[in-house]
């Protein structure tokens, strides 16, 4: 019984993570997701309170690639280029390849009063980001001020490169004018340069 019920809540979050993909959080109701993980009507509302809880835990999982996609490309050594510069480039294309799992988890359409499994992860990949920012520091890669004011400013400039290509991207301009996956070296080596130390 306790296996079925694993693998309902499984489903549940794995069908919530692909409607969120597909049509942003919009298409994710918990009805919806109970169709598309082919369960009862009544299923989602046994495993979450409500539509929050259920992003908070993609959300919240999301987070967990993000982090553990840095990690392993930070510890790749194949790559001529600094930790700091790999795990910038891959928080860059995670959120590219995840455009609306990235928005819910750092601002978008749809404001979510986070579960607390929710803030346990942000506070977790918080670490880790202030715990990159210092060690950047010490190896020479980010200027030596406060890491309390350089991790925020790293991070803004890394949102602001995630959030870049959805802006010139937008249906709205011509087609071809957003960055593409080949332009992300290149423009980050860019903006990484204006916090590195003089």
């Not at 593409?180 to 903006?191: F, I, K, N, T």
Request: some cysteine; hydrophobic content about 40%.
């Amino acid at each position: 019984m306790q296996e079925r019920t694993r693998d309902t809540r499984r489903a549940l979050i794995d069908a919530a993570s692909d409607l969120l993909a597909r049509g942003g959080s919009a298409h994710v109701t918990l009805r919806a997701v109970g169709a598309a993980a082919d369960v009862s009507r009544t299923a989602p509302y046994r495993h979450f309170q409500d539509k929050d809880d259920l992003l908070s835990t993609v959300a919240a999982e999301n987070l967990a690639v993000l982090k553990a996609e840095m990690q392993r490309a930070a510890a790749d050594t194949t790559s001529d280029t600094t930790p700091l510069f790999r795990a910038c480039l891959a928080y860059v294309r995670v959120a590219w390849e995840y455009p609306n799992h990235y928005r819910l988890e750092f601002g978008g359409d749809y404001v979510i009063k986070p579960s607390q499994v929710l803030v346990d992860a942000a506070n977790d990949f918080n670490r880790y980001f202030n715990d990159l920012t210092i060690e950047a520091q010490r190896t020479g890669d980010l200027v030596a001020d406060d890491p309390r004011d350089v991790g925020p400013m790293l991070w803004v400039l890394l949102h602001g490169l995630a959030m870049s290509n959805h802006l010139v991207s937008d249906k709205m301009c011509e087609p071809g004018t957003g960055y593409q996956v080949e332009d992300m070296q290149r423009v980050l080596a860019l903006a990484l340069r204006n916090l590195a130390p003089r």
